[in-house]
T-cell receptor, first 111, second 113 residues
């Protein structure tokens, strides 16, 4: 099956700093999503971005499908951005419906 | 609809007992997924329903696990003869025929003692 690798595994930021999270995937995909899991375990979809670039407030994401990677940018980080960020991808082959998640990047934003 | 609902939120059971979890998806979503998440890991796919048909199952779904989605509405996930290794967060998600897998429910946290 498809492999999804995220880096870095852990990240500590001072409030106000910017960061870039990376996701590499091993095969062609027709779905690439970024999620934020809050301390209570709720998974929130941030972006659905199988290709191209999207922005939502202080967050933006870029997926270069031909090179099999995606980036999540967080600007002017806030303490509420803390949590685990997951990248998840779905192989574009027929009969595959599952999202494969990476192991996540644990972000801690300190005041 | 306020999102995907899962019940119960927490379940503590003794090893060897059977447990059943329920997921209520967004009503117009025909696709429903179950995932399992253990501490420090990303969610792992268990199974997928399109309407009432179970179309994909992970090898993680052993013979002790069974899932149903009668009439293409809510879904249940049953674990028979629970083992300590079954302790995890069980997550449900729903989606339309195309597009992102979202939203996810708040999950059922299972602890097997």
């Amino acid at each position: 099956g498809i492999q999804v690798e995220q880096s870095p595994p852990d990240l500590i930021l001072q409030e106000g700093a910017n960061s870039t999270l990376r996701c590499n995937f091993s095969d062609s995909v027709n779905n690439l999503q970024w999620f934020h899991q809050n301390p209570w375990g709720q998974l929130i979809n941030l972006f659905y971005i199988p290709s191209g670039t999207k922005q939502n407030g202080r967050l933006s994401a870029t997926t270069v499908a031909t090179e099999r990677y995606s980036l999540l940018y967080i600007s002017s980080s806030q303490t509420t951005d803390s949590g685990v960020y997951f990248c998840a991808a779905k192989y574009s082959g027929a009969g595959s419906y599952q999202l494969t998640f990476g192991k996540g990047t644990k972000l801690s934003v300190i005041p | 609809d306020t999102g995907v609902s899962q019940d119960p939120r927490h379940k503590i059971t003794k090893r060897g007992q059977n447990v059943t979890f329920r997921c209520d998806p967004i009503s117009e979503h025909n696709r429903l997924y179950w995932y399992r998440q253990t501490l420090g890991q990303g969610p792992e796919f268990l199974t997928y329903f399109q309407n009432e048909a179970q179309l994909e199952k992970s090898r993680l779904l052993s013979d002790r696990f069974s899932a149903e989605r009668p009439k293409g509405s809510f879904s249940t996930l049953e674990i028979q003869r629970t083992e300590q290794g079954d302790s995890a967060m069980y997550l449900c998600a729903s989606s339309l025929a195309s597009g992102p897998t979202t939203p996810f429910g708040s999950g059922t946290r299972l602890t097997v003692v």
